[in-house]
C-alpha cells in the first residue's frame, strides 16, 4: 500500500507582504533594468533619483547632483552633474520608463507607456546679438569664447593659460571644472578625449590680456585662482544680462549659457567647413552625432550643392562642344 503525502499550500500573500512597502526604492529594485544609452532623459533621473526628481533647465545641469557618478550616453562615459546637452534636445531610448508610482498597478517588470518630452527648438544668435550680450555681462571675454569656439562651460572655465596657443591660435581642452553642491571638481573633459579648438583672430588681444600678470598653471577666465561659476538659472548675471538684452532689442531671443554652444554651431556650419572639423570643434564622437544634433543647419546644404555643381559644370563647360547643348 502507498504511502500519502501531505503538502501544505501556504496561502498567496498580497503584494506589500511578500514585497514590503511599495515604496520607489524597493520598486525600483523589483523592475528590469531600463536601457540607458543614448537618453539623456533616463540619465537624469537616474543621476537624481532621490536627490532631485526631476529634469531641470539646461543651464542648470553643472552644478547639481554628486560628483564622481558615472553614467552612460550617446556612447560616452559623462560625470551626473556635468556640462550636458540639454535633455530635452536629444532622443528617448527606446525602452520607457516605468515609473514607480505607477508599479503597484501594473505587473512588476512590464513596460508602461509614458508620454515622451518634446524636442526643444534650438535657439542661435546672431553675431549682433552675441556682442550686445557680452557688453552687458561682467565677463565678456567668456561670453564671446563660448559663443565663437563651441566650448563647454566647464571646459572654458577650466582653461589654464598655458593652454593658450597664441601662435596657432588655439585653445587645448585638458580640463572639466563641474561645480558640485558647493564646490568646483575639476576632471577630464566630457569623453575623457583632449581636444585643440581654433579661435577668431579678434579674440587674440582679449585672450592676451586675461593671460597678463599669470603663470602658466593660473586660469585663464576670473582671477586666475577661483573658477568662474555657472550663475543661477532664474537670478544669476547672465539671465539678467539676457533681459536687459532683450528690454533693448525684442528680437532678442531667450538663451541659456549652453546655447552659446550651439550658436558656435551654427556660426562654423554658416561659414561651410566640413563636419569633421565642426565634430572636431564641439568635441563630439563622431560626426554622425554632429549631424545629428544640428540637422536643422544643415538643411540649406541641398540647394549649395546643386548650385556648386552647376557652377562646376559650366565652367569646364566653357568652349565645348557638348557645352554648348546644356541651356537646350
Known amino acids: 500500500m502507498m504511502a500519502t503525502a501531505t503538502v501544505a499550500i501556504a496561502p498567496k500573500m498580497p503584494p506589500e507582504t511578500r514585497y514590503g512597502p511599495m515604496s520607489d526604492r524597493n520598486v525600483s529594485t523589483l523592475l528590469p533594468p531600463c536601457d540607458m544609452r543614448g537618453t539623456a532623459e533616463l540619465e537624469s533621473v537616474a543621476c537624481n533619483r532621490g536627490e ?10 553643472a552644478g547639481e547632483g554628486k560628483a564622481g557618478r558615472v553614467t552612460q550616453r550617446d556612447g560616452e562615459r559623462t560625470e551626473c552633474g556635468g556640462d550636458r546637452e540639454p535633455a530635452a534636445e536629444l532622443e528617448p531610448s527606446a525602452e520607457p520608463l516605468v515609473r514607480a508610482e505607477d508599479a503597484p498597478d501594473r505587473q512588476l517588470g512590464a513596460r508602461v507607456s509614458i508620454t515622451k518630452r518634446r524636442k526643444h527648438r534650438r535657439v542661435y544668435l ?11 555681462t561682467p565677463h565678456p571675454d567668456l561670453i564671446l569664447t563660448l559663443a565663437y569656439t563651441g566650448l563647454r562651460w566647464g571646459e572654458a572655465t577650466a582653461l589654464r593659460v598655458r593652454n593658450l596657443n597664441e601662435v596657432r591660435r588655439r585653445l587645448s ?16 573633459p566630457k569623453g575623457h578625449e583632449r581636444r585643440t579648438v581654433p579661435y577668431v583672430s579678434f579674440l587674440g588681444p ?11 598653471e593660473d586660469l585663464l577666465f576670473g582671477d586666475g585662482k577661483m573658477h568662474v561659476r555657472l550663475p543661477h538659472a532664474k537670478s544669476g548675471w547672465f539671465t539678467k544680462a539676457v533681459k536687459a538684452a532683450q528690454a533693448a532689442d525684442a528680437s532678442f531671443p531667450t538663451i541659456t549659457p549652453h546655447g552659446l554652444r550651439h550658436t558656435a554651431a551654427s556660426f562654423a556650419v554658416s561659414s561651410g567647413v566640413n563636419v569633421k572639423v565642426v565634430q572636431r570643434m564641439l568635441g563630439h564622437k563622431s560626426a554622425a552625432m554632429t549631424l545629428d544634433t544640428y540637422a536643422d543647419l544643415f538643411d540649406g546644404d541641398l540647394d549649395d550643392v546643386a548650385e556648386r555643381m552647376e557652377r562646376n559644370v559650366l565652367e569646364a563647360a566653357r568652349g565645348t562642344e557638348w557645352g554648348r547643348n546644356l541651356g537646350s
Open 173 to 188: 581642452v585638458e580640463e572639466n571644472a563641474v561645480l558640485s553642491g558647493n564646490r568646483v571638481h575639476v576632471g577630464t
Open 52 to 61: 532631485r526628481g526631476g529634469i531641470e533647465p539646461e543651464h542648470e545641469h
Open 206 to 216: 582679449r585672450l592676451a590680456e586675461l593671460k597678463r600678470g599669470k603663470g602658466g
Open 126 to 136: 546672431t553675431h549682433e546679438h552675441v556682442h550686445a550680450l557680452a557688453a552687458l
